[in-house]
């Protein structure tokens, strides 16, 4: 291909071309190849004991019943996280741990809504170990050590909205999301409810003993698990990078630069100031933030597009604040590199494979693979 | 080996010589092999929709806020099912499905405990497809339509009574279970509970709607699926043979032929009866029931192996009247054929590849493979 060297003079335009390549339609030997995978499993990682007082009488109380239940001298394993991992042939060095955001688990990073495949077996062909995790509370890490319940309410159509892929129940125009009834209907029961008390708090504990357990890798983030991801970083020196895709709060500022809260239709968005010794661990990886489309630059009365309002504008800051302390962070919104119609889930939108091109570039451009 | 050839005239010492041969220690390359994987993913299966009566209003209650949340007019997609599948590189013809037991998860087909290769990725490198099943309610299926709650009780010494590993906490002597603590925390951290009420005829519906979506294929059950198993014969034709290990319950009977209820400490056990043309679906395909030790033949006062005492009888009563109707059903304890100390989880004991190998041995023995 021939190009003129004056379109390389600005970074963007680099970019772009790289955009532009990764739109082709992707070969169907892609997904055609085989998998070559060295060692794959499950375990649970983290986590706490509870112990109830007294003394265990395995006759008098080791029966399947209820009416007969004691809990007396009894212990409950809890608040762990689980993790399915995959480590393929010819490995890179650094893995890659994928984090769920509200309301949904592993699922996120496996098949798409639509059945094809998603971050799980797109970076394993890329040749990265790859580890999906359920945070405590959340899916098959659900035994928690406080109580709970699951109201099994109906919204879906708030989570339609709140997830961008449209309003009530009408899908925004262009989104890359398939039309096909069937895949609306998985995308809706790839959601699985809190077992117990969401406490970020714990979860991060658990993250943060994943990595102590596997050592230096690479945390990618999905929404809720963005500002969860900032405060595992402040814990846990083996997080060598983050890339976050649409975080929307938990954003940690230094003590004394923490910005004004961002009212949005239907709540506020606070920030989180830490001591500045803690918050320049930030400053020491790189990381990158990735929003999709649908986000207004402008207050609008839809309050599933302006809650992402607030958190693209408390990103931009928080961006310029850990750059300007010597940080590395990218902030890229997928519509100015030519990425149009995303939904809050790029990982698994129609055009994913273009998204995880985007995130291998981004590794390889920090020397992370 | 010369093995004089009375030895072979009794088909029980065949299959001893196999165990014998199986109990041999798994060669190192066994786990050093590669997986290779044509393709793997996850997808729900079945379910229903609960809708609310009503109009959704996206600007009034569109944003994630409780204080002003609605379920007007709103939809909630729950009662599936959840399944991982890898089907490998030249894979027999015959999938094999895994549908866990109570209070666990896929996870029970994993990674073992202790760390070591479970049936998923032992019998991948048999050349199977392999689904992991999450019922309804149950770990990444956990959205349902009824509202349920979560204890956090502390139970982890009952478990480890009714699941064998040993009385109170004491191991038992000879057990298949490893000493290391780690591996005692990884089994209790493996319960995951359930997220609404539990219902046999919802976790049918969903697993049948798989052998609906993949076709013929073999189910392998555990514990509280072995009775639901046997439903979901009944209605799948799908299901063209059964591998159960340490079923509990919901055995099914023809009406007329239901044999009386057996009392164990802290319960009762009964059968369920079906119209006698519906019970001849179980006759139609090659079933087999493995149990694993320290199960007393007598009555004993610990709850957590007179339990299985119970289920062991009432297994043996149903083999004999399936297979007086022309059934083929096979029940197998597992210390008759030589291995001994297994709990109630064979699939992850430490000799997990000589279970691992006689279920494969039948498979062949019943052209399944």
Redesign the interface.
């Known amino acids: 291909m021939v190009t003129p060297p004056s379109l390389f003079r600005t970074s963007l335009f680099a970019v772009l071309m790289i955009v532009v390549s990764s739109c082709v339609p992707s070969r169907n030997t892609e997904?055609a190849d085989?998998?070559?995978?060295?060692?794959?499993?499950?375990?649970?990682v983290g986590?706490t004991v509870?112990?109830?007082p007294g003394r265990?009488?395995?006759?008098a109380?080791?029966?399947?019943?209820p009416a007969?239940?004691s809990?007396a001298?009894?212990?409950?394993?809890?608040d762990?996280a689980?993790v399915?991992y995959q480590v393929p042939?010819n490995p890179r060095p650094l893995p890659l741990v994928f984090w769920h955001g509200y309301g949904q688990?592993?699922?996120t990073w496996?098949?798409t809504p639509d059945?094809r495949?998603?971050f799980q077996?797109l970076f394993l062909r890329r040749r990265y170990p790859v580890y999906l995790l359920?945070q405590p509370g959340?899916?098959?890490?659900?035994?928690?050590?406080?109580?709970?319940?699951?109201?099994?309410?109906?919204?879906?159509?708030?989570w339609f909205?709140?997830f961008r892929l449209g309003?009530?129940?009408t899908f925004y125009p262009g989104v890359q999301f398939s039309q096909a009834p069937v895949a609306l209907?998985?995308f809706?029961?790839?959601?699985?409810?809190d077992?117990?008390p969401l406490d970020i708090d714990v979860n991060v504990a658990a993250v943060s003993a994943l990595f102590d357990t596997i050592g230096p890798a690479v945390l990618v983030t999905h929404s809720h698990s963005g500002g969860q991801g900032w405060l595992a970083v402040l814990r846990n020196d083996n997080i060598r990078a983050i890339a976050s895709f649409e975080p929307g709060s938990n954003f940690v500022f230094p003590e004394g630069e923490v910005p004004e809260s961002i009212d949005y239709?239907?709540?506020r968005l606070n920030a989180r100031g830490v001591p500045m010794d803690t918050f320049r661990r930030l400053t020491e990886i790189p990381i990158v933030i990735y929003y999709g489309d649908y986000i207004p630059d402008e207050p609008v009365?839809?309050?599933?597009q302006d809650?992402w309002r607030a958190a693209v504008i408390m990103a931009r800051r928080w961006a310029e604040t850990v750059n300007r302390h010597g940080g590395d962070v990218t902030l890229i919104r997928l519509p100015e590199l030519g990425l149009h119609g995303n939904t809050h889930f790029p990982m698994s939108d129609l055009n994913n494979t273009a998204v995880a091109r985007l995130l291998a570039d981004w590794l390889a451009e920090k020397n992370l693979d």
């Open positions: 997904s085989i998998l070559t995978i060295q060692r794959q499993g499950s375990m649970l986590g509870k112990t109830s265990f009488d395995p006759i109380h080791g029966a399947f019943d007969n239940a809990t001298g009894q212990t409950l394993h809890g762990h689980f399915f042939v688990s592993m699922k496996q098949t059945g495949e998603g077996t359920d959340r899916g098959l890490a659900g035994r928690t050590t406080r109580p709970g319940s699951y109201a099994a309410a109906t919204d879906d159509q708030r909205g709140i309003e009530g129940t209907d998985q809706y029961r790839q959601m699985t409810p077992t117990g239709v239907g709540g009365e839809n309050p599933g809650q």
